[in-house]
């Protein structure tokens, strides 16, 4: 695994890609890796106009790119729904989901169109609706893989089932360490379910290390006017300490693609505290590995999406056919 690099990634030629949050930093250069890859990409973004200019770039480095876009809001159940609609309408299956969107450190408490705390729901529970509904077509792939982008921030992350949404009390980096936690309990609790009932599917996790991208400057501007004080930070150790949003996407792109990935497991950096370098099996904290708080969470983000997995997907019903 030891320096790679996209020029590794398999021909993706017949496979067709899935990737939110794509029109810039390291969903962008994954859409621009994997369509230069042969794979068919749909970006799913919420800025039209981004997206317009995200295709004309892609398109403009790889001529025979097949790439196209969607628009999805994830901090809208309503939008969620609607572009895995459109998406299973134009693609009979996706052979990689790829949940890249995200959103950091708000510095005050603001909540989805559907009332979730933003960066949980923006995050972990637009994504957690999506990746259900576009299960069906995901499993109509013969060996569909789901990759969730996690973080390093996971590691000071817990799960408070008592303050959810923070409206007791709202800290912006806790909140975040959330949701990232959440987004990778998503990603494990996934191919614990495929193992249970049998489908063909991997689920795997990735995080960029410290990777230069607008995440840094997005979220906690949010109200706000001017750089603040992450943003500078970035913009300071970004030569000596970050890497570039291309290196960024090195551990989804293999998470993705690579022969070798696992399911169940998390990639990231192979330097200092995982912060740069290249792909490879990342550390996941003792909070990551509770197995009832997957479940538990899992339960939860049904109830509250009020998406379950209480349709019949392929393999089940092949499986009652021949019974």
Not at 240 to 267: I, N
């Amino acid at each position: 695994m030891s320096s790679w690099t996209t020029d590794q990634i398999p021909d993706q030629s017949g496979r067709t890609a899935v990737i939110t949050g794509a029109t810039s930093g390291i969903g962008y250069e994954t859409a621009k890796a994997l369509a230069g890859a042969g794979a068919r990409v749909i970006i799913a973004s919420r800025n039209v106009e981004k997206g317009a200019a995200a295709l004309a770039e892609i398109r403009a480095a790889h001529s025979r790119a097949e790439i196209s876009f969607e628009p999805l809001d994830l901090a809208s159940l309503a939008s969620v729904a609607n572009c895995a609609e459109r998406i299973a309408a134009a693609a009979p299956r996706i052979d990689l989901l790829i949940n890249n969107a995200g959103v950091m450190a708000i510095p005050t408490r603001y909540v989805t169109e559907d009332g979730f705390e933003m960066q949980l729901g923006a995050n972990y529970f637009g994504h957690f609706a999506l990746t259900l509904r576009l299960l069906p077509i995901l499993l109509a792939a013969p060996a569909p893989r789901v990759v969730t982008v996690s973080s390093l921030a996971h590691r000071s992350g817990r799960i408070n089932f008592d303050d959810l949404q923070a409206e007791r009390r709202y800290r912006p980096w806790v909140a975040y360490c959330q949701s990232k936690l959440a987004t990778l309990m998503l990603a494990l609790e996934l191919d614990e379910l495929a193992r249970r009932r049998g489908w063909n599917l991997t689920s795997n996790a990735a995080h960029p290390g410290f990777a230069m991208t607008g995440l840094q400057s997005t979220g906690p501007r949010m109200g706000r006017e001017g750089p603040v004080l992450i943003q500078r930070l970035s913009e300071l150790l970004g030569p000596v300490a970050l890497q570039s949003a291309a290196a960024g996407a090195l551990p989804t792109l293999f998470a993705a693609t690579a022969t070798e990935a696992e399911g169940g497991v998390m990639y990231g950096p192979d330097g200092f505290y995982e912060m740069k370098g290249s792909p490879k099996l990342a550390k996941i904290a003792p909070a990551g590995c509770e197995r009832a708080v997957w479940r538990r969470l899992w339960d939860v983000s049904e109830r509250l999406t009020g998406v379950r997995l209480d349709l019949e997907f392929p393999a089940q019903a092949e499986r009652k056919r021949r019974s």
